[in-house]
Every structure is written in structure tokens, then in C-alpha cells.
Nanobody, 128 residues
Framework: QVQLVESGGGLVQAGDSLRLSCAASGRSFSSYVMGWFRQAPGKEREFVAAISWGGSRTDYAESVKGRFTISRDNAKNTMYLRMNSLKYEDTAVYYC?????????????????????WGQGTQVTVSS
């Protein structure tokens, strides 16, 4: 089992950058597929990005492709989300999530119910 804690959120202006971190405690972080989801006020939680066990595969939602970069450092048990050119519509609570599915590592997983472990979330607010 793994426990996940997000950090790095905050209030920024449109066009600014932020880097979110997701620190994992527990064993075998490198065997977890990791993802970022977000939930804006009044909306459903949505997929943002995911990364395979070793980081060779990354997937992004169309809305963030080219602006956000997901990465991980297995030696530090940490995953990151670098967010550039932030827009007002990126305002949301950002959650990190993990699962141990080989299928997800090979083919990608984009649905909430495909992830077993979740952090508490970190707020990102982008002012226009």
C-alpha cells in the first residue's frame, strides 16, 4: 500500500508556472503507475496526466498537452507535474493517484476507477 501527499499548489496569474509534487510513502513506489487528476468547482474530477512505472510512457489530456509535463523520481518516491502557461481554466484541486496495474503501465489508464490510491489534493488557483 502507498500513501500519497501532494504539495506545490497556490495562487498564480495566468501565464505563470507551477510545479506540483506528490510524495509517496510505503514500499515499491517504482511499481506504481502514477497519475494526476483535477476537479474544478462544480465539475467532475478529470484526468490530467499519467506516467508508467519507469517513466517511459506518459499520457496527457488534450487540454494540457504541450503545457504540462509529468515526471517521476523513483529514488525519491516522488512524482511531479510541471505546469507552464497556466490558464484560468486550470483552476482546480489537483490530486495524485496510483495503481499497480501492468496494463496501465503498458497501455495507459485515464479513469478514476482505475486508480486505487489517492492523495488529499492541492489547490491551484489561476487568476485571469
Amino acid at each position: 500500500q502507498v500513501q500519497l501527499v501532494e504539495s506545490g499548489g497556490g495562487l498564480v496569474q495566468a501565464g505563470d508556472s507551477l510545479r506540483l509534487s506528490c510524495a509517496a510513502s510505503g514500499r515499491s513506489f517504482s511499481s506504481y503507475v502514477m497519475g494526476w487528476f483535477r476537479q474544478a468547482p462544480g465539475k467532475e474530477r478529470e484526468f490530467v496526466a499519467a506516467i508508467s512505472w519507469g517513466g517511459s510512457r506518459t499520457d496527457y489530456a488534450e487540454s494540457v498537452k504541450g503545457r504540462f509535463t509529468i515526471s517521476r523520481d523513483n529514488a525519491k518516491n516522488t512524482m511531479y507535474l510541471r505546469m507552464n502557461s497556466l490558464k484560468y481554466e486550470d483552476t482546480a484541486v489537483y490530486y495524485c493517484a496510483g495503481n499497480r496495474s501492468p496494463r496501465c503501465s503498458l497501455h495507459g489508464c485515464y479513469e478514476e476507477d482505475e486508480y486505487d490510491y489517492w492523495g488529499q489534493g492541492t489547490q491551484v488557483t489561476v487568476s485571469s
